[in-house]
């Protein structure tokens, strides 16, 4: 059981948008940055969000973040077959005194 | 070019030892937090530790605490994870990152060490 909540999986056509959630409470998500990674399969994990809405240079723009209260949301528009992957947000947990990882979204591109 | 290099993997038995590296190059190691991070097979990321920029500050997730002991060499760019009484569920990929999830991401991943606990 993951401190952060994820749906299991995500799917879309080509050219849409997609969104994944990420829910937690005020220790973590409310109250410090999230993080968003991809993982494609059999590779390492690479950055895509920090400072819940910032992207890394080389990240294009059709990746986004958000986060609203104890609560953030990553969306891809463009949608594209090369996106199909594991996505999995992450933060700092106050209470804890330890970083927590959702459980991970795996993206289809139908 | 960042690169962060894993070492150390292997085949160990319950309640054994295990020593992993993470050899760092391309940008001023002593300046960044570092983080290991894990997966198990089939598994999502799991946060393992961290440790401050001048090793003043160690972090543990729960189930490894008393067990693995984070360190590094700033002279020699180096991290390391110390493992002791391995379990079959330490299991996993481990991954070197640059950063902390406690003041900020982690910006930078290595390939990642596969340690496998088994009898």
């Known amino acids: 059981q993951s401190v952060l909540t994820q749906p299991p999986s995500v799917s879309a056509a080509p050219g849409q948008k997609v969104t994944i959630s990420c829910s937690g409470n005020?220790?973590?998500?409310?109250?410090?940055?999230v993080s968003w990674y991809q993982q494609l399969p059999g590779a390492a994990p690479k950055v895509l969000i920090y400072?819940?809405?910032r992207r890394p240079s080389g990240i294009p723009d059709r990746f986004s973040g958000s986060k609203a209260g104890t609560s953030a949301t990553l969306a891809i528009t463009g949608l594209q077959t090369g996106d199909e992957a594991d996505y999995y947000c992450g933060t700092w947990d106050r209470s804890l005194s330890a970083g927590v990882f959702g459980g991970g979204t795996k993206l289809t591109v139908l | 070019e960042v690169q962060l290099l894993e070492s150390g993997r292997g085949l160990v038995q319950p309640g054994g030892s295990l020593r992993l590296s993470c050899t760092a190059s391309?940008?001023?190691?002593?300046?960044?937090?570092m983080s290991w991070v894990r997966q198990a097979p089939g598994k999502g990321l799991e946060w393992v530790a961290n440790?401050?920029?001048?090793?003043?500050?160690?972090y543990y997730v729960d189930s490894v605490k008393g067990r693995f002991t984070i360190s590094r060499d700033n002279a020699k760019n180096s991290l390391f994870l110390q493992m002791n009484s391995l379990r079959a569920e330490d299991t996993a990929v481990y991954y070197c990152a640059r950063g902390s999830m406690g003041s900020g991401t982690l910006d930078q991943w290595g390939r990642g060490a596969l340690v496998t606990v088994s009898s």
């Open positions: 400072d819940n809405d």
């Open positions: 391309g940008f001023t190691f002593n300046t960044f937090w």
């Open positions: 440790i401050k920029r001048d090793g003043s500050e160690k």
């Open positions: 005020s220790s973590n998500i409310g109250n410090n940055y």
